[in-house]
């Protein structure tokens, strides 16, 4: 089984920051790409970045300059540098593993449970 647990979610004042973290354990083999999806009240999820195993990095386009995805030596685990956050950054934000490899040789596609992050006005 693969889990991942996400961290760093608060409430925070506009033209602030944040750092989030998300620990990927279990019986992980590899994982291809991690990334970042946030979903706001009543709209859908939408992807904030990811970063594939080989360090390329995509992000959405409001968030470009202002965020960061970084997942150190190709591990299990990623962050979000979030700076200059908005009040329409406010959702709970999901970790993703996609193209996980485990033990026994199958490949899944794991959510974390989500973090919630609120900045205000």
């Known amino acids: 089984q693969v889990q991942l647990v996400e961290s760093g979610g608060a409430l925070v004042q506009a033209g602030g920051s944040l750092r989030l973290s998300c620990v990927a354990s279990g019986s992980i083999f590899s994982i291809n790409a991690m990334g970042w999806y946030r979903q706001a009240p009543g709209k859908q999820r939408e992807l904030v970045a990811v970063?594939?195993?080989?360090?390329?990095?995509n992000y959405a386009d409001s968030v470009k300059g202002r965020f960061t995805i970084s997942r150190p030596n190709v591990k299990n685990t990623a962050y979000l540098q979030m700076n200059s956050l908005k009040p329409e950054d406010t959702a709970v934000y999901y970790c993703?593993?996609?193209?996980?490899?485990?033990?026994?040789?199958?490949?899944?596609?794991?959510w974390g449970q989500g973090t919630l992050v609120t900045i205000s006005s």
């Open positions: 993703n593993a996609n193209n996980v490899q485990t033990l026994a040789g199958n490949y899944r596609e794991v």
């Open positions: 970063v594939t195993g080989g360090s390329s990095t």
